[in-house]
């Protein structure tokens, strides 16, 4: 279906106002939860504290089977407000779009790939910046020389294309499954009553799948960031 994106120009710079809204909203949801997960805390935690604190767990096991706790428990929180921003982000554009004329507004962020490459360029240089905090410019850069000097430029490769795999994996899954709803919405709205009846089910049925894929992207997102991590901040790699 095509629509176009509500673009403005200011001071010589475009921006993407759908963009901004989904961006500011999705922060402003995992806010929200964050403080009404912890605004009572309790030594037996219920609802939303026991689900928070579940999250944690998760991705305490995420960090612990890439790095030892000791250097990367210092990532907790990255991967906490990670896993529940992308989470957020990919759901966002689930139940139903918002367009007014031909131009979109309500969608998951994460559908476009000026966020997910947007956020796969922070983690990349997050990583580089941790690794030089710990190990120290020097010991770092010894890490592109090895086993091997030679392999430098390979490891210089390596470091876009993960920054691109990153960032493009999450964009291509969620704005596959939106183009998907937003076709079968159209057969539902313009193909009569057996078109919405032959949609209804085959839409609902994506509908679960796309939240099955949008928590997996969430976790992979997150995996990946630790995994990246742990190779760059790691005394053993």
Not at 193 to 219: E, K, R, T, Y
Request: aromatic fraction near 14%; charge should be neutral.
């Amino acid at each position: 279906m095509e629509h176009k994106a509500p673009i403005v120009e200011w001071l010589g710079l475009t921006f993407n106002l759908s963009n901004i809204l989904m961006t500011t909203i999705t922060s402003l949801i995992v806010f929200i939860i964050a403080i009404a997960a912890t605004r009572s805390l309790q030594l037996r935690p219920r609802g939303m504290q026991n689900f928070l604190e579940w999250v944690f767990d998760f991705v305490r096991g995420i960090i612990n089977s890439t790095m030892d706790w000791q250097t990367g428990g210092r990532f907790l929180t990255l991967g906490v407000t990670l896993i529940m921003y992308i989470f957020v982000a990919n759901m966002l554009g689930l139940p139903f779009s918002v367009r007014f004329g031909d131009t979109l507004w309500w969608k998951s962020p994460t559908a476009d790939p000026t966020i997910t490459l947007t956020l796969a360029v922070m983690i990349v240089g997050l990583t580089h910046y941790y690794g030089v905090k710990l190990k120290g410019v020097q010991e770092y850069g010894r890490d592109y020389l090895r086993p091997m000097a030679f392999l430098f430029p390979l490891k210089i490769i390596e470091e876009f294309s993960n920054t691109l795999t990153l960032g493009l994996r999450l964009y291509g899954n969620i704005f596959a499954g939106e183009i998907l709803l937003g076709l079968l919405a159209g057969l539902a709205t313009n193909g009569g009553v057996f078109g919405a009846l032959g949609a209804a089910i085959p839409m609902m049925v994506w509908q679960a799948f796309s939240i099955f894929v949008g928590c997996i992207q969430a976790f992979i997102f997150t995996m990946l960031t630790m995994v990246y991590m742990a190779h760059k901040v790691s005394q053993d790699h």
